[in-house]
């Protein structure tokens, strides 16, 4: 079935770590996205990446880093300076249309970071 | 002013209401609109695009006004299943890339 798989489910990062979240899919989309969910709020974008070996910071990039290597893959690290880590995570993906503004976008199935 | 404004709800209708949100965006070169809906700790799902002309599926039903910058949809014989919360998005193209902004999700509760 083709899909966005993001792993881990759950992860729990330490004061002064890297932490690196994985996103797949097979969906054959060019463009990918990294958002953050917090209680109360809406998503936020984190970065998103239109083509391979190109990404763009969306509005909350500080303390993030991101490659697209290969067209299936998006991962995202966590850093050490982002100091409010604890959030839901999301992938996306969608295809490259024209207007691009017309291509929803759909999601995998988050992950849920923690500070310890 | 927030991009994207919804009432938070939470709505609590018996089963086979009728409901009806609202939403408002504030770019008015926003060009594509959509509802999603989110269960409780699940990922968004796309419920429906949202046409200038008005669409709709099944019982659910979505409306645009451009010139109020208003977006509606209203779910017809609620179910249920339909218990989730129904997130507002608005898509600004730029040019190369495709931005969505969510609003905050209205709460749907359906009871028997």
């Known amino acids: 079935d083709g899909g966005i798989t993001q792993s881990p489910k759950y992860l729990f990062r330490k004061e002064g770590q890297n932490v690196t979240l994985s996103c797949e899919q097979n969906?054959?989309?060019?463009?990918m996205y990294w958002y953050r969910q917090d209680p109360g709020q809406g998503l936020r974008l984190i970065y998103y990446s239109q083509i391979v070996n190109d990404f763009q910071k969306g509005d909350i990039a500080e303390g993030y880093s991101v490659s697209r290597e290969k067209k299936e893959s998006f991962p995202l690290t966590v850093t050490s300076a982002q100091k409010n880590p604890t959030a839901f995570y999301l992938c996306?993906?969608?295809?490259?249309?024209?207007?691009?503004?017309?291509?929803?976008?759909?999601f995998g199935d988050g992950t849920r970071l923690s500070i310890l | 002013r927030k991009e994207v404004e919804q009432d938070p709800g939470p709505f609590n209708v018996p089963e086979g209401a009728t409901v009806a949100f609202n939403c408002t965006y504030s770019n008015s070169a926003s060009q594509s609109f959509f509802w999603y809906r989110q269960d409780c700790r699940k990922e968004p799902k796309l419920l429906m695009s949202v046409y200038s002309s008005g669409n709709e599926d099944g019982r659910f039903t979505a409306q645009l006004n451009r010139a109020s910058q208003y977006i509606s949809l209203l779910i017809r014989d609620s179910k249920l299943s339909d218990s989730a919360t129904y997130l507002c998005?608005?898509?600004?193209?730029?040019?190369?890339?495709?931005?969505?902004?969510f609003g905050t999700g209205t709460r749907l509760q359906v009871t028997l």
């Open positions: 969906l054959n989309h060019d463009a």
């Open positions: 996306a993906s969608s295809h490259r249309g024209r207007p691009a503004s017309n291509q929803p976008q759909h």
């Open positions: 998005v608005v898509n600004a193209d730029t040019g190369t890339a495709s931005k969505l902004t």
